[in-house]
């Protein structure tokens, strides 16, 4: 996986398992907490990182496997978070959900909006057979 976008203060390497996803978040907790990030900038952190984490295991890899996905931070105005993952192709700042009835709400379909709606700023890029998600969380 690429790692020349920036040089992070914090970087775990972790299978697309539940328990990777734990052991990345445990991380990241402890991360933010040495850093003395702000209670929202912290939490939104966790809420990003658990929604896209989960999003890689079920749709990206199709399942848990031992293949890698990569959480790095850096901490500048706010918090720069990345994800990284060797799956198929997929930008979800460009997703949209499925049309619906008036009234309707699928079940599921929220999360990438929600991640959207927490950070500041979303970007994708696709760097050889990897995706690259860069967050960046500001206090409110």
């Not at 539940?18 to 809420?47: N, P, Q, Y």
């Not at 959900?97 to 709400?105: I, T, V």
């Amino acid at each position: 996986m690429p790692s020349d976008f920036y040089v992070p203060d914090f970087d775990v390497i972790v299978p697309a398992t539940t328990r990777g996803l734990a052991a990345a978040l445990a991380s990241l907790e402890m991360f933010c907490d040495s850093r003395k990030l702000a209670a929202d900038v912290h939490a939104r952190a966790v809420i990003a990182v658990e929604e896209l984490f989960t999003n890689t295991i079920k749709y990206g890899y199709g399942g848990e496997c031992g293949r890698p996905v990569r959480v790095s931070a850096t901490v500048a105005t706010g918090l720069v978070l990345a994800l990284e993952d060797d799956a198929p192709a997929f930008d979800p700042t460009k997703w949209t959900p499925p049309p619906q009835l008036p009234g309707e709400r699928p079940v599921g379909q929220a999360g990438i909006s929600m991640v959207l709606g927490l950070c500041a700023a979303v970007a994708y890029a696709r760097a050889g057979d990897s995706n690259r998600v860069t967050l960046t969380i500001v206090p409110h």
